[in-house]
């Protein structure tokens, strides 16, 4: 056994230098300068625990091998020593506040709340995240891609199966960015490993945290707190790039925003809305009401056969828009846009045996939108 | 009291256990009620185990292949719940139940009939437990940390009598603390002194003070989510000025100390088999109980470690994690007093052993790591991580798990008046151990390499390591059958075991006859 645990010391020194992809067996160093002290100070208390029992279960060890009966070994009076006992009082003490430094300076430098560069607020949704870039006008939902055909072993898994999403979360390299995380409706927690970020994104709480990132790169990430059924399905990933590039993306998307807002006016068909209504669905919907509108009764009603789906289109409007207070069915009027939504409502009302045979235009969610 | 009194007032009343049915519904004997919690946490044991198994059976591959995430989040739920308030606190308290009227030489427990009740209240809370994942939307899906809101506005109607069971397994809980509490106040032989009290006795009598001073804040935890679900309270819902990281406080205060609840006795089994088997008196007696009872004390200034990435303010984590360093001085006094214990002992190496020696060196690698995630820093990184799930594993399995089998073989002979099949408990203490480490030990490699926990599915990184997992965990759930195996067999056919059947063995339970009759100790003996 003593040497197993020796093997396994030996194979934790050598791990720093062996990169292994899919053994991995370590922590990364990651990018960010906390990301690095964290390192550090893993792999300084893992040594020290490594050392200790390499010690203590060395004792051990050799007295189980020397002191026993098989042996001849006669049992000695030795059961009391004051002198012992406030030897192994103070040594791990020492060792204690050997580890408490650096761990405290740690600490106190992931509490810095000097002025930062860009600020990001970060919202958790049952399963997905929401970036808003304060300042900038700029807001977008991040969704995982991960084909349910690969999850449901249909098709073969691509390397970055369950760590890919929509739209990354895109921000400047060596530029102080501070995190303000809220949930919209149970507990979750951001975390991205490179960048030693994590942090419990908690409704009716602003939590902060920061991050300063020192190389361009991708960095991958999933939620760390069990937040219903597909907590398992909700990755985060951010997308590190130089201030350049970022300038230039901003501006994209601020087009985007611009193409998007003028999509709505455009004259849509019926039959584009119920095609561009089943993507909106499965990407937005189909996890709770499933794909073939049956639902998870009684937590995740049906949309078949519903009273919504089948009844007046205003209702069936503001229950996507405002969602249910108190359920787990959350308001989409932010999330989606005027197009989305109209083309989902119609999708809906006209599939799986629905046949109400009526359309909501984008320009009804508009109005709705501007305030009606 | 005179001793010769008590001979004449109850000499004609030794009768044996009544017949049938009614022995054990209405059963006030501490052996009989002893018994029924050590069977009763076995068969919890197995349903526990058979929840793992089907967790890990999803998790030996990625993507879904058996079951759907809802039902694997009931699973983990249910496995921690019935884990550790199903298997691991009635084990103890059936240990409890056994041995400690004997060990301080009491005829029985000083409370019988609210013994009775307190088990008989259980197999009715699990039975309330369990039904809920029959019911419409399915069982608690929240983990057994359940925090509000995924637990109150977000739970499945079922909700409600996951809150009454734990209402039940609390009180049965409480009952069976005050019963050990009083038993050892009141009840100890002539002679027996807090300070010659056998260190089992010790454990639990804080054990049990730790159950006083915190099932009630569960039960007023669920209370209060009880309140948010059905009568518009706010407690944990933020939209109405509630507060869902008081819940974390309020739970994680009953948590950790119940971490504690399910370890302590089991370092009182252990300090009670390594010297029989090392034929050497106990290594620091007073330092020992001085740790147990430091444990116990800092165990309540701790809890907020388990909630280091809420976003607490700086001073509060450096508060936890100082108050969670400090918590290594004692354990680790306890520690090297029983490697003191074995050192320049006379050792023999029987099954007790095997699991206590178990018990040291895995439960050292559960207390070293930690150390790792007191360090608040760093634990923003490992938080929620199999890291976590590999650590707390590690101390619980062989903590209170092997505790529990090192106890079973320890005290069998006494009990059944029958020896086990030595050879056969070896080979489930050796496939357990492997079985074991081979589960736990590369959870702390996925962990660090960034998998969270309670997920049905994960990235494919994460993949070589889980089926290493899974397998062991198949093994480490098969192994346990040679347990029973080995139970039934010596109950069937062991060998007639002699009245001290270790021979460095010490305490009042070992000059009782073997098997311990119905009623021992009808008069107290004396203590030197």
């Known amino acids: 056994m003593f040497k197993k645990v020796a093997v396994f010391g030996l194979f934790l ?11 991995q067996l370590n922590l990364n160093r990651g990018v960010t300068d906390t990301s690095i002290a964290v390192y550090d100070l893993h792999m300084l208390v893992l040594y020290i625990c490594v050392a200790i029992s390499v010690v203590v279960f060395g004792v051990m060890f050799w007295s189980i091998y020397h002191h026993r009966k098989s042996k001849g070994f006669e049992s000695h009076e030795f059961h009391d020593s004051t002198a012992l006992e406030i030897l192994w009082t103070i040594v791990p003490t020492i060792i204690l506040i050997v580890i408490l430094f650096p761990a405290t300076k740690a ?42 055909d690969e999850i449901r072993n249909k098709s073969e ?51 902060e945290d920061w991050t300063r990132i020192n190389e361009v790169g991708i960095y991958r990430g999933q939620c760390a707190e069990l937040c219903g059924k597909d907590h398992g399905f909700m990755p985060i990933v951010v997308k590190a790039v ?59 009603p049906a949309i078949k056969g519903s009273p919504i789906a089948l009844g007046p289109i205003g209702t069936h409007l503001a229950t996507v828009f405002e969602g249910r207070p108190g359920t787990a069915m959350a308001g989409f009027g932010e999330q989606l846009s005027s197009v989305d939504i109209a083309a989902v409502i119609t999708y809906q009302r006209n599939a799986w045996g629905n046949e109400v045979g009526d359309m909501l235009s984008p320009t009804d969610v508009d109005k709705l939108k501007g305030g009606e | ?7 004449i007032d109850h000499g004609d009343h030794d009768h044996g256990p009544a017949k049938g049915i009614t022995r054990w519904l209405y059963s006030t004997n501490h052996k009989d009620i002893g018994t029924m919690y050590l069977i009763f946490s076995l068969v919890m044991l197995f349903i526990g185990g058979s929840m793992a198994f089907v967790i890990r059976a999803e998790l030996f591959q990625p993507g879904l292949q058996l079951i759907e995430p809802e039902f694997f989040n009931q699973m983990i739920t249910m496995h921690g719940l019935i884990m550790v308030f199903g298997a691991v606190m009635p084990a103890f308290v059936g240990l409890a139940n056994w041995m400690i009227p004997m060990m301080i030489g009491a005829p029985d427990m000083a409370l019988p009939r609210l013994n009775n009740l307190s088990f008989w209240i259980l197999p009715f809370a699990f039975a309330l437990m369990m039904s809920t994942l029959f019911m419409d939307g399915g069982g608690p899906n929240f983990g057994w940390t359940f925090y509000a809101p995924l637990s109150t506005t977000y739970a499945p109607p079922s909700v409600t009598f996951f809150i009454f069971a734990i209402h039940l397994l609390g009180a049965s809980s409480i009952m069976g603390a005050i019963n050990v509490i009083v038993t050892i106040m009141n009840m100890r032989a002539p002679g027996m002194t807090y300070f010659k009290m056998p260190m089992f006795c010790w454990t639990w ?28 309270t706010a407690f944990f819902d933020a939209g109405g000025g509630g507060d869902p990281v008081l819940f974390q406080h309020v739970f994680w205060f009953f948590g950790h100390p119940e971490v504690y609840i399910m370890i302590l006795p089991s370092f009182g089994v252990v300090s009670q088999v390594i010297p029989t088997f090392s034929r050497k008196k106990l290594f620091g007696y007073h330092s020992m109980v001085y740790a147990i009872i430091a444990i116990a004390v800092l165990s309540f200034v701790v809890w907020a470690h388990h909630m280091f990435t809420v976003g607490m303010p700086f001073v509060g984590e450096l508060f936890f994690m100082y108050t969670t360093m400090l918590i290594a001085i004692p354990t680790g006094v306890k520690i090297f007093n029983w490697i003191s214990t074995m050192f320049r002992g006379s050792m023999t190496f029987e099954t007790p052993m095997l699991y206590s020696i178990g018990f040291v060196v895995l439960f050292t690698i559960g207390g070293l790591s930690g150390i790792m995630l007191a360090l608040a820093p760093v634990d923003m990184v490992y938080q929620d991580t199999y890291f976590v799930v590999a650590h707390f594993h590690y101390v619980l399995v062989p903590g209170a798990i092997f505790g529990i089998f090192a106890a079973v073989y320890y005290w069998l002979p006494k009990w059944t008046g029958k020896m ?40 494919l990184q994460f993949a070589d390591f889980n089926m290493i997992v899974s397998i062991g965990a198949f093994m480490f759930g098969t192994s346990q059958l040679i347990f029973v195996y080995v139970l039934i067999k010596t ?26 009759p119905y009623h021992s100790f009808p008069t107290p003996p004396t203590v030197e």
């Open chain 2, 205 to 232: 009598l804080i054990t049990a003070f730790l159950l006083i001073a915190v099932m009630p804040v569960l039960a007023g935890v669920v209370t209060m989510m009880l309140m948010d679900i059905h009568f518009a």
């Open chain 2, 491 to 516: 109950l069937r056919k062991g060998e007639p075991a002699e009245q001290l059947p270790w021979e460095g063995a010490e305490g009042l339970e070992w000059t009782l006859p073997t098997p311990a």
């Open chain 2, 420 to 459: 086990y099949d030595e050879g056969l408990a070896k080979l489930h203490f050796w496939v357990s151990f492997i079985g074991l480490n081979l589960t736990f030990f590369p959870m702390h490699f996925v962990g660090l390499a960034g998998m969270p926990r309670r997920i049905p599915d994960y990235p």
């Open chain 2, 1 to 7: 009291m005179s001793t010769q009194a008590a001979d």
């Open chain 1, 13 to 23: 020194a050598l791990v720093p230098t062996v990169a292994f992809s899919d053994w």
């Open chain 1, 242 to 300: 130089t201030q350049e590039d970022y300038v230039i993306w901003l501006a994209e998307q601020k087009a985007l925003k611009e193409i998007e807002a003028a999509a709505s006016q455009a004259d849509w068909s019926m039959e584009a809305l119920l095609v561009k209504g089943e993507g909106v669905y499965i990407k937005n919907c189909a996890a709770c009401h499933q794909p073939n509108g049956m639902g998870i009764p009684p937590v995740f």
């Open chain 1, 107 to 148: 600490l106190i430098n992931s509490y810095d709340t000097e002025e930062s560069d860009i600020d990001i607020q970060i919202t958790g949704y049952q399963w997905k995240w929401r970036y808003k870039y304060i300042g900038e006008d700029l807001d977008f939902f991040s969704v995982l891609t991960t084909p349910t």
């Open chain 1, 157 to 207: 898994k691509n390397e970055n199966y369950l760590l890919e999403v929509d739209k990354p979360l895109v921000v400047p390299i060596n530029k102080k960015i501070r995190f303000l995380l809220t949930s919209n409706d149970v507990i979750h927690a951001w975390w991205v490993p490179d960048l030693a970020v994590k942090k419990d994104a908690i409704p009716g709480f602003i939590n």
